[in-house]
């Protein structure tokens, strides 16, 4: 390291023994070529020079003022802010040299102790640190940014958490790089294409992607316009479309569904058909029994009026009240004819007791003469009716009490029939209105809640799903095809999150007839 200021002192013999070692051979031979001369005798003084030095005279580079006068090292001062040549130029640093400052008036400015400016009116910003103009009139006014060419700014600086199509995430940047400005842009030449992500691209890389692109254009397929709210597929008489992943199936979903998971809701609207076809029998098997029930009721009806009306046909009831009324009077009839019947016996006792104690010929109270073996015989003939009668009366009463037995049989049976009429949760209801009930089979069955609400129809078996069924389907049918769908969107959204960024693809043909 050199001080210029306090000159250049070495170790004399640092200098003497090499200087003495190469000069004193050519020294004395000059001085010998020139004391040969006419010139008398020539003494360089170098001898003595290299004599004082070896014994110890400091050897040493001073500098001169401009009066040629040595300047000491505490008058010497090089320190400038500034250095100005006598001539302008262009500012030229090459072959060893520097030349040239560019012009008077227009200096450049480094507002930054890190900045750089170089060229005419060159120009970084106060506290731009790390920016850098070069150019005449450059001017980098953002911290780390670069402005480079005659005109450049560069102004924008760092970006933090913006985003850009095609990648993800958030970016970042630490500054900018500019050689233009806005309306006096400048073309970047001879660029290498970039191999890694964060470098520059060339026309050349651009144009080889958009060949790629138009390579597969006529193969792909595109939206019907720029809301990309419809795509039309261009296949001659469709396009099947396949490898299509599982859709989610749930309210709002509007993902595709795939074939197997129409094969599954198919099966289970043909299971649910089935059960439903099932349900329809009973329904039927059900209204038989009730028609059946209706005939027998109406039966009954037409037997306990005959019976009413004395066993002898003919005449309907007033209802089953009055029906059994009227048994209960034939009834009390008959045991009024007992009655009857027990006094006439009594009598008779008392008479053949009478004629017993009597003698022949005894006078009847009608005045008549009695004959005793017409009288035994009046009396088995009346005791013969007697116990006709009490037969007829005893059978009347096991009728009746038979009635009576059917009757309340009836009554229940009715009773039960009505009680499941009322909860049987399918019937027949007009085609027009769902909730009118009707008497005759419609083409329309509804489930009648009993609080006017929906049924929940339970113990569903899974039903027939393929083309044509018109089975019902349970819940865990329907959970499948939920989940089958529910997987589709997923996947659909893969596919959509993949080709984000793209505004022109939806879908890419397998083969070139689409």
Excluded at 475 to 489: I, K, S, W
């Amino acid at each position: 390291m050199v001080d210029v200021c306090s000159g250049i002192q070495l170790d004399p013999s640092l200098v003497t023994d090499v200087i003495a070692t190469v000069n004193q051979p050519v020294i004395g031979n000059l001085e010998s070529v020139l004391g040969g001369l006419t010139l008398g005798v020539v003494d360089l003084g170098l001898s003595d020079a290299l004599d004082d030095a070896r014994n110890g005279d400091p050897i040493a580079v001073t500098v001169l003022d401009s009066d040629g006068q040595i300047v000491g090292p505490g008058d010497c001062d090089l320190a400038a802010d500034s250095l100005s040549l006598n001539a302008q130029g262009g500012i030229a640093i090459g072959g060893n040299a520097i030349t040239g400052l560019g012009a008077n008036g227009r200096p450049a400015s480094a507002g930054a102790l890190d900045a750089i400016a170089f060229g005419n009116g060159a120009r970084t910003a106060s506290g731009a640190g790390g920016a850098i103009a070069i150019g005449t009139g450059a001017d980098a006014d953002a911290a780390n940014s670069v402005a480079i060419g005659s005109g450049a700014v560069a102004s924008r600086g760092a970006l933090t958490g913006y985003t850009v199509d095609g990648l993800a995430g958030t970016q970042s940047s630490v500054g900018e790089f500019s050689v233009g400005a806005p309306g006096a842009e400048r073309q970047i030449t001879n660029v290498a294409p970039g191999t890694q992500a964060s470098d520059v691209a060339t026309v050349g890389q651009v144009q080889g992607a958009l060949d790629a692109i138009a390579g597969v254009d006529t193969r792909a397929v595109q939206y019907d316009s720029a809301q990309n709210t419809l795509v039309t597929l261009a296949g001659s008489g469709g396009t099947r479309i396949t490898n299509v992943a599982s859709g989610a199936i749930a309210a709002g979903s509007s993902d595709a569904i795939n074939g197997a998971q129409l094969f599954a809701t198919n099966q289970d609207v043909a299971g649910n058909t089935s059960a439903i076809a099932n349900l329809d029998t009973r329904i039927s098997d059900t209204n038989v029994q009730v028609a059946a029930n209706s005939i027998d009721i109406a039966n009954l009806g037409t037997r306990i009026d005959n019976i009413a009306a004395g066993g002898g046909g003919g005449g309907g009831g007033g209802g089953s009240d009055a029906q059994f009324d009227q048994i209960v009077q034939t009834v009390n009839a008959i045991d009024q004819r007992v009655s009857t019947a027990n006094t006439t016996i009594t009598n008779l006792q008392t008479q053949i007791s009478q004629l017993l104690n009597a003698e022949p010929g005894v006078v009847g109270e009608d005045g008549d003469v009695v004959v005793i073996n017409e009288i035994v015989e009046t009396v088995t003939e009346n005791t013969t009716m007697v116990e006709n009668l009490e037969q007829i009366v005893e059978d009347q009463g096991d009728d009746a009490a038979a009635m009576d037995v059917r009757i309340a049989s009836n009554t229940t049976n009715i009773e039960r029939i009505e009680g499941q009429l009322d909860t049987v949760p399918v019937t027949y209801v007009s085609d027009a209105d769902d909730t009118v009930r009707s008497d005759v089979p419609t083409n329309t069955v509804a489930f009648i809640a009993a609080d006017g609400e929906t049924v929940r129809v339970t113990d569903v078996a899974a039903g027939d799903v393929s083309s044509g069924s018109t089975d019902a389907v349970n819940g865990a049918q329907l959970a499948a095809t939920n989940a089958a769908v529910a997987a589709n969107r997923t996947d659909i959204d893969d596919i959509s999150t993949s080709l984000r960024g793209s505004t022109v693809v939806a879908v890419q043909y397998s083969n070139a007839d689409q």
